[in-house]
Antibody, heavy 115, light 107 residues
Framework: QVHLQESGPGLVKPSETLSLTCSVS????????WTWIRQPPGKGLEWIGYIYYSGTTNYNPSLKSRVSISVDTSKNQFSLNLSSVTAADTAVYYC?????????WGQGTLVTVSS | EIVMTQSPATLSVSPGEGATLSCRANQSVSINLAWYQQKPGQAPSLLIY???IRATGIPARFSGSGSGTEFTLTISSLQSEDFAVYYCQQYNKWPQTFGQGTKVDIK
């Protein structure tokens, strides 16, 4: 059964770039879409964007100017970069599988934006 | 973007009783609607997709219905492990959007 695990810094300074990686194990990345979703503390869920294993991406228009998602199938990983972060980007970031609904989720990683 | 509205915000239910959660879209999403359960400190987990199809391993006490703009998640007899927050999510139009959640707590 596929397992997803997020990794990256838990603290990022304002105006800097948030970078996270999702490692996929127990299954292939081929022929699947891979997604980032976030959840501010105590709040609801927001779809950030997704990437197909081949590299095609789609981003939430609300974040499109600041978001980049990449994939490295040789390492079974995909990554999120979110630039020019502010306190409003503080959230638990989840990586998931799927471009419509998400059947597999990582445990999530809390990223705090603070100086 | 499509706005999803869930009601009620909180639902207090006794174990063994049933619960009905509502989700409304501000435009039609056909049957492209999923439900998730989230327990404290955990990632959401998929319950229902296609408005009414249970995901793998989901007990039959969970059922989904609806189409267009009105959807319902019904839990027929709440077990202790069912007390959680439930989110609906539309995937008919990009970007996918979630409701704000319904918390089901113990009465």
């Amino acid at each position: 059964q596929v397992h997803l695990q997020e990794s990256g810094p838990g603290l990022v300074k304002p105006s800097e770039t948030l970078s996270l990686t999702c490692s996929v194990s127990g299954g292939s990345m081929i022929n699947f879409y891979w997604t980032w979703i976030r959840q501010p503390p105590g709040k609801g869920l927001e779809w950030i964007g997704y990437i197909y294993y081949s590299g095609t991406t789609n981003y939430n228009p609300s974040l499109k100017s600041r978001v980049s998602i990449s994939v490295d199938t040789s390492k079974n990983q995909f990554s999120l970069n979110l630039s020019s972060v502010t306190a409003a980007d503080t959230a638990v970031y989840y990586c998931t599988r799927g471009s419509t609904f998400s059947q597999r989720w990582g445990q999530g990683t809390l990223v705090t934006v603070s100086s | 973007e499509i706005v999803m509205t869930q009601s009620p915000a909180t639902l207090s239910v006794s174990p063994g009783e049933g619960a009905t959660l509502s989700c409304r879209a501000n435009q039609s999403v056909s049957i492209n609607l999923a439900w998730y359960q989230q327990k404290p400190g955990q990632a959401p987990s998929l319950l229902i997709y296609g408005a009414s199809i249970r995901a793998t391993g989901i007990p039959a006490r969970f059922s989904g219905s609806g189409s267009g703009t009105e959807f319902t998640l019904t839990i027929s007899s709440l077990q202790s492990e069912d007390f959680a927050v439930y989110y609906c999510q539309q995937y008919n139009k990009w970007p996918q959007t979630f409701g704000q959640g319904t918390k089901v707590d113990i009465k």
